[in-house]
């Protein structure tokens, strides 16, 4: 039991403490709302004395007399209207700060969430899963702020319940302490629907995240799911989730569907007693009728501020989980660090250089080890290697995705840690193995946003051996291509990325296995395009790097580098690897048969 009142406490500090953050950052508008907030407070407190005066020195003088002085009326009629018109004032100023500031503050997040995603290395992300950082950048950001909405109107009605409690003795003293009887019950049932509703609504928070992940991760393997049939077992994994989250929002509804009217009633008795007790002392003389009215009305002023205090309590603890499920991507270690150095603007090949590479997604299991290499500028080289040898693992490195556990790779003589950034993508390209697209056009998911003119697109398809489908498409580069490029075949979205590559002209270009969904002879037509594309003397041309597995791709290197269990075994071109390394030799003949071996067998 201490556990949970202290785990209670924790999590109304570390509300309010959420809640400072948003103050600190937008304090104008916070401002405004109060101010908003307050106005209504005090106008509604307003409302009950001009209530009470209207019945004691309007209504009990019109039974009296049996008329009601025109000028009188005025006087009643006119203090309604510019109480209600000033009330409408605070409404609107309140609702209107309060969510100016609400989505202000998601907006500030959600923007810092996501410069942080791009930020963090991709080692970093291959840890967390998408749904759950889909999850930290929407639902939790939601659920961070989602206090900032009743905290103005919390604070104004604290300022309204002050002022008719203070009417209220003003009234009359015996009255209000009667009425005041009804503000224990009210705090119990406010501290009874905390406890049982606070655990309810944290863990409902954590389930919509659990959800987000697998409805993520099943949408993104809908092919899979599909081919082999699981669309059942998909379906029963995300219903236990989706049943628990439907389930714990239930209980929740059932607690909320008992305590609100019991909050709503408890005031209404306390009106009753009020009655009672305010009839009697009319009768024995010790008050007038207008003191009970106005006591009476005040009461059930003073217990709406109470249940909107438990509003805002009652958000603090899906507050407190989104705010730290976000803040954890917010703090989270790995920025790269980036330095000062610029590489020299112009046409010339890149020299690539990696020295004494080492890394490891696992300590016990290093997969890289003393890795030494260069590509010259102007020259082709080729990456060759067994599965799970390190290859891709290269290319992420040679980009900077991520960064080596020790050695060093340099472009230019600078070591890529110490170049500025933004710096390496405007000359390293890489083509990765897998091609992806965006919901955009041709056009878009060529340029990426880049101020490139039409033919200069055209060229680069052309290159890329995609001209053809394109100008085949209905509408041409104005196509649009569907949801990661669904309308598009596995080797026409590859050669929609090298074309892609290709259009920021790089000073080193890395192709990861780019054309393996293309049938050889279109591979053949793309890498002798490609070769002309980049060809050059050594001080005009650009240098290639390419991870290949077919004779055909590696035949073109000038240099091939032979990759073994993270290691550089063998160096030279593919004629002298073939007649000196019977291990390569076996490699490249496992993957592709030469056409000139099948003639002669024939």
């Known amino acids: 039991m ?39 407070g005090v106008l509604t407190v307003a409302d009950a004395w001009v209530l009470g005066w209207s019945t004691q020195h309007v209504l009990i003088p019109a039974f009296d007399t049996g008329e009601i002085g025109a000028g009188l009326l005025v006087w009643v009629v006119a203090l309604f209207m510019a109480v209600a018109i000033l009330r409408a004032v605070g409404i609107v100023a309140r609702r209107l700060g309060g969510g100016i500031m609400y989505y202000r503050m998601q907006s500030h997040t959600r923007r810092g969430v996501t410069r942080q995603y791009l930020s963090l290395p991709m080692e970093w992300h291959q ?28 604070l104004g009605t604290i300022v309204m319940m002050v002022i008719a409690v203070i009417q209220m003795f003003v009234a009359d003293v015996v009255m209000a302490m009667v009425g005041l009887l009804v503000f224990p019950a009210v705090v119990v049932a406010n501290l009874l629907y905390q406890h049982y509703s606070s655990p309810l609504m944290t863990r409902a928070q954590e389930l919509r995240a659990e959800v987000s992940e697998i409805a993520h991760e099943s949408f993104d393997g809908a092919m899979v799911v599909k081919t082999l049939g699981r669309e059942v077992e998909e379906t029963d994994r995300f219903r236990v989730k989706v049943d628990e989250l439907r389930d714990v ?24 007693v009020v009655l009672a007790v305010g009839v009697s002392r009319v009768t024995s003389g010790a008050t007038e009728p207008g003191a009970v009215v106005t006591v009476a009305y005040l009461l059930t002023i003073v217990a709406f501020p109470i249940r909107a205090i438990g509003w805002l309590l009652g958000e603090f603890p899906r507050s407190v989980v989104g705010y730290r499920r976000a803040q954890a991507v917010l703090e989270a270690q790995g920025n790269m660090a980036y330095g000062d150095v610029e590489l020299p603007r112009g046409s010339s090949g890149a020299l690539l250089q990696v020295d004494g590479l080492h890394y490891s997604y696992d300590a016990d299991t290093p997969l890289l080890r003393g890795v030494d290499f260069d590509v010259r500028p102007g020259r082709t080289v080729a990456l060759v290697g067994a599965t799970a040898s390190g290859k891709s693992t290269l290319t992420s490195l ?30 390293v390209a890489l083509v990765p193995q897998t091609a992806f697209m965006f919901d955009d056009t041709v056009r878009g998911n060529v340029t990426l946003g880049a101020d490139v003119p039409d033919d200069e697109v055209w060229s680069v398809l052309r290159t890329a051996q995609a001209d053809g489908f394109v100008a085949a498409l209905p509408e041409g580069l104005d196509t649009r291509l569907g949801e990661r490029g669904t309308s598009l075949s596995g080797g026409q979205r590859q050669r929609l990325s090298l074309a892609r590559a290709l259009v920021r002209r790089p000073r080193l270009l890395i192709l990861d296995d780019a054309t393996s969904a293309v049938d050889p002879e279109v591979e053949a037509r793309i890498l002798a395009s490609l070769r002309d594309d980049l060809d050059g003397d050594d001080t005009s041309a650009a240098s290639l790097l390419v991870v290949a597995y077919r004779k055909a791709t590696i035949s073109l290197a000038d240099e091939v580098v032979h990759l073994d269990e993270g290691r550089v075994v063998g160096r030279g071109t593919h004629a002298e690897l073939l007649a000196s390394s019977p291990s390569y030799a076996q490699l490249v003949n496992a993957y592709e048969t030469d056409p000139a071996e099948e003639g002669s067998n024939r």
């Open 127 to 154: 840890r967390h899963p998408t749904g759950q950082l889909l999850s930290n950048a929407y639902s939790d950001v939601e659920a961070a702020w989602a206090p900032i909405m009743p905290l103005p109107m919390a």
């Open 249 to 272: 929002n239930v209980r929740a509804g059932r607690i909320r569907a008992i305590f609100d009217p019991a909050l709503a009633s408890l005031p209404n008795l306390g009106v009753l």
């Open 398 to 427: 040679m980009t900077r995705l991520v960064d080596p556990d020790a050695g060093e790779i340099r472009i230019d003589g600078h070591d890529l840690k110490g170049l500025r950034r933004g710096e390496l993508p405007r000359d």
């Open 2 to 40: 201490g556990e949970d009142a202290n785990l209670r406490r924790t999590t109304t500090l570390d509300g309010f403490r959420v809640l400072w953050v948003a103050i600190k950052r937008e304090p104008t508008i916070f401002t405004v709302a109060t101010l908003g907030a307050v106005l209504f």
